[in-house]
């Protein structure tokens, strides 16, 4: 079972408790990291999740529980946000809190249950939505908030407060910087599935919201003669402005040469915050001009560097959400007295809080709202069309 403990910080605002943080790794910091999911970016093998012998007794610290797949599909990923967790509580330099990774991959419910039967009184994972609903339960009749990391928002709120990047926002904000650079008729393609029926109905939701005109929005799997039935079918009947891509930026780059053929050649293309995760789309010259919303990039690559330094290699994009959960974590147990309940009300405070990815506060429906940026590909790079905030209301 991994471990880390942390040192009582002074009452201070999480904004600057980030950036210290990331003062304190910038020395051991080198050169960008690329952030795909392909075998150049896996995190080390994972660490067991059960301890040998019985956890040792705390009387000075808080216990927290890390719950992420350390086997199964996706052990790399939930390796890669422990291993961002741990560099969190060695960058805060703290001893109240002692964080400990409990493996979901061999069963989400067990390990909450372990997890509880050791004292732990906040929850940080799960990754996987089904995973988060049979944790939940569990947690709740204990008492224990769960800050999720899935982008589900179906399973947020009664106790799971979920740090996820979801589909939603992005979205929002990508449709309304549309808006602000003169698009009025709205268009989607999106794929069956969960995320795709998520990100349709946030579509059409953003267009009313930002007083545009939702024209088109035709759906398909991911086969090459549905995409191509699809893409058809909206570009012979709707006339538009602005297509939102619902999927990864490997399906838009099929798509949009079949946009263009079918006579759509200026409308501005849009993608999600998938996007942010795929690396060599600013070589693709399919997307140049396209735009897409996500969490800055910017503290986030200092992260990954000193993740390389530590453990050879790149860290997965997710891995920003555990180090982010625990600055968060560690932030509040500074007014957390040990021996009671995780004061989860702290975590719905207005101001919100901020990390490596930004401003973000947790709304009382328990979805992370996120302060996004605009990008834009061009031949080549990516660049910023509209920054994010640094705070809320501004």
Request: proline share 7%; net charge positive; with cysteine.
């Amino acid at each position: 079972m991994a471990e880390q403990a942390a040192r009582p910080q002074p009452r201070r605002s999480f904004l600057k408790l980030a950036g210290l943080a990331c003062a304190l790794f910038l020395a051991g910091c080198g050169g960008m990291i690329p952030k795909g999911h392909g075998p150049g970016t896996q995190a080390p093998p994972p660490t067991p999740s059960r301890p040998i012998g019985p956890l040792p007794e705390d009387k000075e610290r808080q216990r927290v529980a890390l719950l992420v797949p350390l086997t199964g599909p996706n052990a790399a990923v939930g390796q890669s946000i422990a291993n961002a967790a741990n560099l969190a509580i060695l960058d805060t330099g703290g001893r109240k809190v002692r964080v400990t990774t409990y493996d979901t991959g061999a069963g989400a419910a067990a390990a909450a249950q372990r997890a509880v039967a050791e004292g732990n009184r906040l929850f940080l994972g799960p990754l996987l939505a089904d995973d988060v609903r049979a944790v939940a339960p569990i947690a709740r009749r204990s008492g224990i908030p769960v800050i999720a990391f899935s982008n589900d928002a179906n399973v947020a709120g009664n106790g799971v407060f979920l740090m996820g990047f979801t589909p939603n926002q992005s979205i929002e904000r990508v449709v309304r910087f549309a808006r602000s650079r003169g698009a009025v008729r709205f268009a989607a393609l999106a794929p069956t599935g969960l995320y795709g029926r998520s990100a349709s109905t946030a579509m059409i939701h953003a267009v009313e919201a930002a007083d545009g005109k939702m024209v088109a929005l035709e759906t398909y799997d991911r086969a090459a003669p549905s995409i191509k039935a699809a893409t058809r079918k909206l570009t012979d009947e709707a006339d538009f402005d602005a297509l939102l891509i619902a999927d990864s930026g490997r399906i838009a780059v099929q798509i949009v040469p079949l946009v263009r053929k079918g006579g759509d050649v200026a409308a501005h293309i849009m993608g999600t915050e998938l996007w942010n995760a795929e690396p060599g789309l600013a070589s693709q010259p399919a997307l140049n001009g396209a735009w897409f919303a996500s969490v800055s990039d910017g503290l986030y690559r200092q992260l990954a560097a000193k993740y390389q330094a530590r453990f050879g290699k790149a860290p997965y994009r997710l891995s920003s959400l555990g180090y982010d959960a625990v600055l968060l974590t560690v932030r509040i147990a500074a007014d957390w007295k040990i021996g009671d309940p995780f004061p989860a009300r702290r975590l719905t405070d207005a101001d919100g809080f901020s990390g490596v990815d930004g401003a973000f506060r947790f709304g009382e429906n328990g979805i992370a709202e996120r302060a996004l940026e605009v990008r834009q590909i061009g031949s080549g790079s990516i660049v910023v069309a509209s920054p994010a905030a640094k705070g809320f209301g501004q």
